[in-house]
């Protein structure tokens, strides 16, 4: 049995480093950054921002882990966007009235 021309190559194989921060952590860190901020804070401003709230250099937060951290966010009301900033909503108008 034969090999198939190519395939003796050797394969490249992507090597993601380990995450500098687990998801709780980062979504912690997004909330205090955009709190910090009652005007609102331009998205480009998260990173930086995230990065020295950290203590960490910004390639070390993996963009997916942050998108995954402000999807769950906004998806439960913790982060909103208005007028093009993060902002975080007031205590008053994210709680749901029971009764």
């Known amino acids: 049995m034969s090999t198939p021309p190519g395939n003796d190559r050797p394969r490249l ?5 380990a995450a500098a921060v687990d998801g ?8 205090s950054c ?3 901020r009652p005007g609102g804070m331009p998205p ?3 990173m930086p921002a ?4 950290l203590d960490v250099e910004q390639d ?3 963009e997916r882990d942050l998108d995954v951290a402000m999807g769950m966010l906004v998806v439960g ?4 966007e208005t007028a093009g900033l ?10 749901v009235a029971t009764g």
Not at 13 to 17: D, I, K, L, Q
Not at 24 to 31: D, F, G, R, Y
Not at 50 to 53: E, R
Request: negative net charge; charged residues 10%.
């Open 24 to 31: 709780p952590t980062l979504m912690a860190a997004v909330e």
């Open 13 to 17: 194989h992507v090597v993601r480093p």
């Open 44 to 46: 480009a401003e998260l």
């Open 50 to 53: 995230l990065a020295a709230h």
């Open 34 to 36: 955009v709190a910090a």
């Open 60 to 62: 070390a937060i993996a």
């Open 77 to 80: 009301g913790r982060i909103d």
């Open 86 to 95: 993060l902002v975080a909503p007031a205590s008053s108008s994210s709680s």
